[in-house]
């Protein structure tokens, strides 16, 4: 019984992993002395068999490579070329994936929001603008200003010293103006 519990102890319950190498998947060959002879030599004549069967077909697998990649040399078919059609077949499989078709559904319909939030922000910018130039205290500035335009502007090169010094005063006095409208439009007594 002792026997059979060792016998099991020393065979490994493990299953090979695939790509192993065969040689560690093969059981242990048994002592040379429990094979006779004649076993021995087919044995030999069947190793050396099929290391002649891999290199040749190592020979075929080199030369099949080597045809492959003249015919894509004569097709013009390169590396980058070979590149660029797995890029672009990536690309096809990946536009035309679920996960994608619904980001894209998502971000167009975020897009046209913040297009319509922008158009609004937009319009209220207008407006506001509009309102600021209706507003008194722009009306009268922008008189002022015309004021302005039209004491300095009469035609310069005709003009005398006199026409340029009365232009500056009237810019000394409207920096003279105090800033607050409400104190500009309240009458005084």
């Known amino acids: 019984m002792e026997d059979a519990e060792k016998g099991s102890q020393q065979q490994p319950d493990s299953v090979p992993e695939v790509g192993e190498d065969a040689v ?3 059981n242990p060959a048994p002592p040379p002395s429990a094979l006779t002879e004649e076993e021995r ?3 030999q004549e069947e190793l050396f068999k099929v290391e002649d069967e891999i290199q040749t077909l ?3 697998l080199a ?3 080597k045809q492959l990649a003249d015919i894509k040399r004569k097709l013009g078919i390169t590396p980058l070329n070979e590149l660029k059609q797995n890029i672009t077949k ?3 499989e990946v536009t035309t994936s679920i996960a994608y078709r619904r980001t894209s559904e998502t971000l167009s319909q975020a897009g ?3 297009t319509t939030a922008f158009s609004t922000m937009g319009s209220a910018i207008s407006r506001k603008l509009e309102d600021v130039r209706n507003a008194p205290t722009f009306k009268s500035f922008e008189e002022k200003v015309e004021t302005l335009k039209t004491k300095i502007s009469p035609s310069t090169s005709t003009s005398n010293a006199g026409d340029l010094d009365s ?3 009237a810019v ?3 920096h003279d103006q105090p800033e607050d409208p409400l104190a500009q439009q309240a009458p005084m007594h």
């Open 41 to 43: 030599q087919e044995l």
């Open 58 to 60: 190592s020979q075929v």
């Open 112 to 114: 046209l929001k913040a």
């Open 90 to 92: 990536t690309w096809q």
């Open 63 to 65: 030369d099949k490579e």
């Open 24 to 26: 560690t998947t093969v």
């Open 167 to 169: 232009g500056t005063s």
């Open 172 to 174: 000394e006095s409207l």
